[in-house]
């Protein structure tokens, strides 16, 4: 099967009873995510609007991929192979998911479609928002089945960070996500102060709301008197995933649970850190392709990343991409039965 390489419409890929997907290529968005849950009724478990529209309207990046650089970089500056970079800030003094024009922004090419998957790409010149060299980009979503994929792939004529990773949000049975249960396979984290910005390193979740390591209500976590809580007005923190740094093989992330549609999605990926966000920032402004105005706790996103700020990080794991290397981040989505 081809497609239009300049289409604007949704590609879908998947069928019933399995995983169907539906992908923008603005923003190379997950658009929709329908599953047969564990009690058997089919549901859309993504939380996002109805279309292009309503995604160059609102600031939330609903389902998108973000990029150049995912999560934030303090003063939008930050040091390269001993020269000063700025990158566009648009979220106070600092930048965020790719600066005033992100990926989120852009309109992908879509360049194959199969039953099962969808390849995007973009190419983002040298200069783009600040960023050194011409980026590459490809975006592949696919389908196999319980398991969604997503893989991003990107290539630079000069050396620069990248960090791509999806900004989708999920929800498992149409009830939001206070009472979902959420584990994250993580013994430490990066704490923020209210802008985002790491202040103390990494450390230990011992004693803190958001040690995850054994499921807990979400609703009871976002809602706790935790001063890291507090300061983000819920959740919104790299995690440190267990396990190597190498980017090698992929390991579990997050298990999320649902009792009532009886239905889990665990996280895979072979990045060191998962964001996880509460849309704490969601506030009735957006409405969904439901008719709901959207906000805090209707809809929870899991980013595999680098850690914010990495570039101003020596000692968190590098997001530096060098001609020649490929950066490659890979999500797995694997849904069950409860």
Do not use: K
Not at 215 to 225: A, Q, T
């Amino acid at each position: 099967m081809t497609t239009d390489r300049t289409s604007d419409t949704a590609v879908t890929i998947g069928s019933a009873p399995g995983i169907e997907v539906e992908v923008l290529p603005y923003g190379a968005t997950l658009l929709r995510l329908t599953v047969t849950g564990g009690d058997g009724v089919r549901r859309d478990v993504s939380v996002g609007v109805a279309g292009e529209a309503e995604l160059r309207a609102g600031t939330d990046y609903l389902g998108a991929t973000v990029g150049r650089y995912a999560n934030r970089i303090a003063h939008g500056r930050f040091d390269l192979d001993g020269e000063r970079v700025e990158v566009s800030r648009n979220d106070g003094d600092n930048h965020l998911h790719g600066g005033v024009d992100g990926f989120d922004s852009r309109t992908w090419t879509v360049e194959r479609v199969t039953a099962d998957e969808v390849e995007l790409s973009l190419v983002s010149p040298d200069g783009d928002q600040g960023y050194p060299g011409e980026v590459r980009a490809r975006a592949v979503y696919s389908v196999r089945g319980d398991t969604m994929r997503i893989e991003y792939l990107a290539q630079t004529s000069r050396t620069t960070v990248v960090n791509l990773t999806s900004h989708a949000y999920i929800e498992l049975d149409g009830h939001g996500v206070d009472d979902l249960e959420l584990q994250v396979d993580a013994a430490s984290f990066v704490p923020v102060d209210s802008a985002g910005i790491p202040t103390n390193g990494v450390v230990p979740v011992d004693g803190t709301a958001l040690d995850l390591r054994l499921p807990r209500r979400i609703g009871d976590v976002v809602r706790s008197d935790d001063p890291h809580v507090a300061a983000t007005r819920g959740v919104d923190h790299n995690f440190v995933l267990d396990g190597p740094e190498d980017g090698g093989e992929l390991r579990r992330a997050a298990r999320v649970t649902s009792h009532r549609s009886d239905t889990t999605l665990e996280v895979w990926t072979n990045r060191p850190g998962l964001q996880v966000y509460t849309g704490n920032f969601l506030d009735g402004s957006t409405v969904s392709r439901r008719g709901t105005a959207l906000r805090q706790g209707d809809g929870l996103a899991l980013e595999p990343q680098f850690f914010p700020d990495s570039p101003n990080r020596p000692a968190f794991p590098s997001a530096v991409l060098r001609p020649g290397e490929t950066s490659r981040c890979v999500i797995e989505y694997r849904f069950a039965a409860r």
